[in-house]
Every structure is written in C-alpha cells, then in structure tokens.
C-alpha cells in the first residue's frame, strides 16, 4: 500500500477515519485506485482519491437527506492509495494495481467478517477489482450500475479491460443468481442497447429505477457501480467523457433514502477528473457524494 501518498485531512469527513493496512472486521474500508491509462478521451480520474480526500474539509458530518452523522461512527478506516504501473503497457500497470487489490483482500470473507470496501478511482475498469471481489462473496449480489455509459464493449481501442468493457468484463464472473440494474445511460452502441433491452436490465426513466430497487428484499446484498459521468456535466463537468440529459444530485439522494433500508454492502466511484473542472466545482460534489455513501455503508458499523 501506498500510504506515503495519503493526503487524508485531518478535519471534514476524513477526520472520521483512520489510517490502516488490512481489512478488518465490522468497518468500512476506503481504498483509492489512482488508475485512468485507457481513459480515451481525457485522462485525469488518476488524481479522484485524493481530491475527494483533500475536499473533505468543505463538506459537513452531517447529511440531513439520511439524518446520518460520521460523528457517530468509529469504524472508518482509510487503506490509502494502491499501487499502479506507470509503464507504456496499460494493462500491466491496471493489473498491478488489481492484483493489489486482490491481495489486501484474499484473506477477508467481507460477508462473514461484516467488513465493506468503498474504492475510488480512477477510470472505471478500476471497478473491476472490488466488483469480482463482492460476486465471489455474495451469491446472490444486485449490481446497480449508475454511468451515462453502457460500458459493455468487449474490448476498446486494443484495451480488453478498458474502462468502456467494465460491465462486460464483470459479467465473466457472473453467476446464476447475480442481477444487474443500469440506469442512467444514455450512450452506447445499437449492440449494447439491444442487450440491455434483450436482458431486461436498463431501466429508463427514474421512477422505474427506483421502484426496481425498492422491490428487491431488504436482506439480499446490493453492491453500487457509481461512474460520476452519470450526473449531468451541468453538475460535474470534471469527469473524461461527459454526456449530456443526465441526473441530478436530488435523483442520487433518492436512490440513497431507499439504501438506508436495505443491505448495502459495497460501492465504488469512478471517473472524477478533478483538473478538468478549473472550478474545482466537481470535486465538491463528488465528494458530498461519497460522504452519503460513507454514511450509508458505515450504518452498520457504528
Ligand atoms: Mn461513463
Ligand atoms: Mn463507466
């Protein structure tokens, strides 16, 4: 692990957690994958972790959409920062970082041990990691996919597990008790579309998507793919590929209210590209966005 690299405040969000080096029982475990080599049209999602981190300041403990306080939680424990290639080959660079990732968790049943992973990239083929990690733990998992993007590509631009490929390369480790929710997309290909209409997993307005969520039993676990990419660049304009008509901050705390009540076991975000946005608006937001997904997978753990 990469600890030297930890720009964790000591005040804001992160005040609430402590440094770590392994997986431990009964807490939430904030990893960074600072990954974005197949990132095709504009790189950056490398720099995510830390911003989130170094923006904590600004946000409150406090949400008052979940009336939920970091305050009250003790087992927040920040992994720091994997480590990644910085060669010409891409995909060895993305494997050592995965094979990281692998290996810090090799040893936890994250089900039996009630321990959860938060992972923050980077591009999103960074998801691929936790996602396997959480298919092989739980049988029975729903991966809700929140992105503009389908990512359902075989391979792109050369790159087997680029960041347009993540949900295909997950479905290889699919099981028969799996279920994949997407919402949100709004490009893709005439062949991923006619899949997700094929395979009943795209959900195309709000109302739908969130009543798909409600209906799934509160004990099944639930793992979120959340590529920021999927608010609208009006929001969040510091991601590498924005996509216009996309959702708002209040459509992502609805989806949160309806978390609280289930078992929600894991997340990843994906594709803040801080220096995108001179602004530094993005960062902002994508960090109140973790601080609600922090709250709600740190519940049990209180
Ligand atoms: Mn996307
Ligand atoms: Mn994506």
Same mark, same amino acid.
């Given at each position: 692990?990469?600890?030297?690299?930890?720009?964790?405040?000591?005040?804001?969000?992160?005040?609430?957690?402590?440094?770590? +080096?392994?997986?431990?029982?009964?807490?939430?475990?904030?990893?960074?994958?600072?990954?974005?080599?197949?990132?095709?049209?504009?790189?950056?999602?490398?720099?995510?972790?830390?911003?989130?981190?170094?923006?904590?300041?600004?946000?409150?403990?406090?949400?008052?959409?979940?009336?939920?306080?970091?305050?009250?939680?003790?087992?927040?424990?920040?992994?720091?920062?994997?480590?990644?290639? +910085?060669?010409?080959?891409?995909?060895?660079?993305?494997?050592?970082?995965?094979?990281?990732?692998?290996?810090?968790? *090799?040893?936890?049943?994250?089900?039996?041990?009630?321990?959860?992973?938060? /992972?923050?990239?980077?591009?999103?083929?960074?998801?691929?990691?936790?996602?396997?990690?959480?298919?092989?733990?739980?049988?029975?998992?729903?991966?809700?996919?929140?992105?503009?993007?389908?990512?359902?590509?075989?391979?792109? *631009?050369?790159?087997?597990?680029?960041?347009?490929?993540?949900?295909?390369?997950?479905?290889?480790?699919?099981?028969?008790?799996?279920?994949?929710?997407?919402?949100?997309?709004?490009?893709? /290909?005439?062949?991923?579309?006619?899949?997700? *209409?094929? *395979?009943? /997993?795209?959900?195309?307005?709000?109302?739908?998507?969130?009543?798909?969520?409600?209906?799934?039993?509160?004990?099944?676990?639930?793992?979120?793919?959340?590529?920021?990419?999927?608010?609208?660049?009006?929001?969040?304009?510091?991601?590498?590929?924005?996509?216009?008509?996309?959702? /708002?901050?209040?459509?992502?705390?609805?989806?949160?209210?309806?978390?609280?009540?289930?078992?929600?076991?894991?997340?990843?975000?994906?594709?803040?590209?801080?220096?995108?946005?001179?602004?530094?608006?993005?960062?902002?937001?994508?960090?109140?966005?973790?601080?609600?997904?922090?709250?709600?997978?740190?519940?049990?753990?209180?």
């Amino acid at each position: 692990m990469n600890n030297s690299k930890l720009t964790a405040p000591k005040d804001g969000v992160y005040e609430f957690f402590k440094q770590g +080096h392994q997986i431990e029982e009964n807490s939430l475990h904030l990893i960074g994958f600072e990954f974005d080599g197949t990132a095709c049209f504009r790189k950056g999602a490398r720099l995510g972790p830390d911003s989130i981190r170094s923006n904590s300041p600004g946000i409150e403990s406090y949400s008052p959409y979940l009336d939920l306080d970091l305050e009250d939680y003790s087992n927040l424990i920040d992994l720091g920062n994997l480590p990644v290639g +910085h060669t010409e080959d891409q995909t060895a660079n993305w494997r050592i970082g995965t094979d990281a990732f692998f290996k810090l968790t *090799e040893k936890s049943n994250l089900n039996k041990d009630r321990a959860k992973i938060l /992972t923050l990239g980077g591009e999103h083929s960074i998801s691929y990691a936790p996602i396997k990690k959480y298919l092989e733990t739980f049988d029975d998992l729903v991966l809700i996919h929140l992105d503009a993007h389908a990512d359902l590509r075989d391979s792109y *631009e050369g790159h087997h597990y680029s960041h347009a490929s993540i949900i295909r390369r997950v479905l290889d480790h699919w099981g028969d008790n799996h279920h994949l929710i997407q919402y949100g997309i709004r490009s893709g /290909t005439k062949e991923e579309y006619k899949w997700m *209409e094929q *395979e009943g /997993t795209i959900r195309k307005s709000l109302d739908n998507f969130l009543d798909s969520i409600k209906e799934i039993d509160p004990m099944r676990p639930l793992y979120l793919t959340l590529d920021l990419d999927y608010f609208d660049p009006a929001y969040l304009p510091g991601t590498g590929t924005p996509e216009a008509g996309g959702e /708002t901050f209040h459509s992502f705390i609805r989806l949160c209210k309806i978390l609280k009540s289930k078992n929600f076991v894991g997340a990843d975000v994906v594709e803040l590209a801080p220096e995108i946005d001179s602004t530094g608006n993005s960062s902002v937001f994508a960090t109140k966005v973790v601080r609600e997904l922090i709250l709600l997978l740190g519940r049990d753990n209180k």
